[in-house]
């Protein structure tokens, strides 16, 4: 059996595989590569199995969004280590021998992500993930390379391994053990920010993630679902909290949700001046959300919260008031 395994979760994206499986089936030799089907209703298995003869299929009986897609697809998969790539991703040569190489001498490294650049501009960082992401104190997440809606250009500042807070699920690499000891991603949230959340609970138990810049990608963003949609908005905000509200250490769990809550409200403001009231509404239904669901998930806190990410200072002041646009590493000081 070979160590790693590449798994797309695919959902009727028969023109997306037609796209990019070539570039993973020719560069990756190391791997075994599995095609996650969502019960799709187009052609896209017919399409896998009469071109492309080693991708192993596993079929879901429903379209599970993200987090369930993967936890039941990956009941099936034995390899060590788990490649959870995209179905718009465009991989390059030599893309998982850094990233092998990192989990086989680094014991400690439990998650990875790669380079991830824009496949329309491919001198250009992509929003899913860009350099590796952070989060900030009132739970928004930012990575090197993008500050909200600002992206960096690639100019070699970020070819470096370093430790970050999560990975992108864009191309998440974890091992296959430290999945399962965490029982997956949380399919309470469907879509967006189940990583974020994944890594958050494998950071409370001392794993590390990792960032590789000698591993690059290329990620079209949005094929599943577009930048402007209200439901994307909904899904973001939504889980966000969700997240917050499972991980926030006790001590801050107050202070911090009254100035989120105060900050989404402003964005909801935002919206409704710029006369995007489908958006305004997508924020009114994700709070509807956290209120209804408060206790569920304050049940799924674990014992242990770590404060330490804390110490990230707001992402929100440094952009918007400060007008910071590029990573600067001494704005994160909590790793």
């Known amino acids: ?31 075994t590569v599995y095609v996650a089907d969502n019960a799709s209703t187009d052609d896209s298995i017919s399409f896998i199995k009469n071109t492309f003869s080693t991708i192993k299929i596993i079929q879901n009986s429903d379209n599970f969004g993200f987090a369930k897609g993967y936890n039941e697809a990956l009941k099936f998969v034995e390899e060590e280590f788990y490649a959870l790539v995209n179905s718009d991703i465009e991989v390059t040569e030599n893309w998982l021998n850094p990233i092998l190489e990192m989990f086989e001498n680094q014991p400690e490294t439990s998650i990875i992500q790669p380079k991830i650049l824009d496949y329309k501009n491919k001198e250009m960082f992509e929003y899913a993930g860009a350099g590796g992401g952070f989060i900030d104190k009132y739970g928004f997440p930012f990575c090197r390379g993008r500050i909200f809606q600002h992206l960096e250009k690639d100019e070699s500042q970020y070819n470096d391994e370093t430790e970050i807070f999560w990975a992108s699920g864009a191309c998440f690499f974890i091992r296959k053990e430290v999945y399962r000891k965490l029982k997956g991603f949380d399919e309470d949230f469907f879509a967006h920010q189940e990583e974020i959340d994944l890594c958050w609970r494998a950071f409370n138990l001392n794993y590390k993630v990792k960032y590789n810049g000698k591993s690059t990608v290329y990620h079209v963003g949005g094929a599943t679902l577009n930048e402007s949609s209200p439901h994307k908005t909904f899904l973001n905000f939504r889980n966000s909290l969700w997240m917050m509200l499972k991980n926030v250490p006790r001590e801050k769990l107050v202070s911090t949700f009254f100035i989120r809550l105060t900050l989404d409200g402003q964005a909801g403001l935002h919206f409704a001046l710029h006369g995007k009231f489908s958006h305004l509404f997508a ?48 704005f994160n000081n909590s790793l």
């Open 283 to 330: 924020v009114l239904k994700a709070h509807f959300y956290f209120y209804f669901f408060l206790f569920k998930f304050l049940n799924k806190r674990e014992s242990n919260q770590y404060a330490n990410y804390y110490k990230t200072k707001s992402i929100v002041y440094y952009h918007f008031i400060k007008k910071g646009i590029i990573f600067d590493s001494s």
């Open 1 to 31: 059996m070979k160590k790693i395994a590449v798994v797309i979760l695919n959902w009727n994206g028969r023109k997306l595989l037609e796209e990019f499986l070539p570039s993973i089936i020719r560069f990756s030799e190391q791997a």
